[in-house]
């Protein structure tokens, strides 16, 4: 009984291209987080949602939307896909009260862009 | 500067070794302080945390946190194979939730 899933668990697609990926969680959690891990290991958040209302918005290129249609679902749309944007894409979740520290993330979601 | 250090590695260290992992931050008002492990092709997986200064111990694994220098660490004992992964320091800043990483300490524990 997956927390957090997410879908393709691998995603290969040529520059220019449009893609999303998709995640849901069945925690409970009222928030949920995009972050990037780049080929360093460096993983930093790139936006979060709360109650489906965007709360964190990092330096991220207007070419990425996160999207909430539930509390439950945070996709992220990639438009038009650079060589740059090859990374693993996680999505996590966590209370929005108490143990908020404490985030719940999934497989993650391996993008290579040729 | 960045917000949180922490050296790659990688660390190998023989089964039964001592570890320690250890990262420093720059802003005085951090307050959470956090381990998450990650295993290869993983997500991470919170391991521990730490409010504040001082000590946190779970079975092999203690935390430690000394605000005067801004310094957090990891200590594992008896390490085992098993313990082979990235280890992230993290830590929690602002009101929104907002988790600021290390860039991950590589450790692999040989038999």
């Known amino acids: 009984d997956t927390a957090v899933s997410q879908t393709p668990k691998y995603l290969v697609t040529q520059m220019g291209n449009d893609k999303s990926i998709k995640c849901e969680q069945n925690?409970?959690?009222?928030?949920m987080y995009w972050y990037k891990q780049d080929s360093k290991k460096f993983l930093k958040i790139m936006f979060s949602?709360?109650?489906?209302?965007?709360?964190i918005n990092e330096t991220v290129p207007n070419r990425f939307s996160p999207k909430s249609p539930d509390k439950a679902h945070l996709n992220l749309h990639i438009n038009s896909l650079e060589l740059g944007d090859s990374a693993v894409y996680f999505c996590a979740s966590s209370q929005d009260r108490g143990q908020k520290y404490e985030q719940y993330f999934g497989p993650g979601t391996r993008l290579t862009v040729t | 500067q960045k917000e949180v250090e922490q050296d790659p590695g990688p660390l190998s260290v023989p089964e039964g070794a001592i570890v320690s992992l250890n990262c420093t931050y720059s802003n005085s008002a951090f307050q959470y302080f956090m381990w998450y492990r990650q295993y290869s092709r993983k997500g991470p997986e919170l391991l521990m945390y730490?409010?504040?200064?001082g000590n946190k111990e779970d079975g092999r694994f203690t935390a430690q946190v000394d605000k005067s220098s801004k310094y957090i660490s990891l200590f594992i004992r008896d390490s085992q194979p098993s313990d082979s992964a990235t280890y992230l320091c993290?830590?929690?800043?602002?009101?929104?939730?907002?988790?600021?990483f290390g860039a991950g300490t590589r450790l692999a524990v040989h038999p």
């Open positions: 730490t409010y504040s200064s």
């Open positions: 949602y709360n109650n489906k209302e965007l709360i």
């Open positions: 993290a830590i929690l800043s602002g009101g929104y939730n907002k988790l600021i």
């Open positions: 925690l409970g959690h009222d928030t």
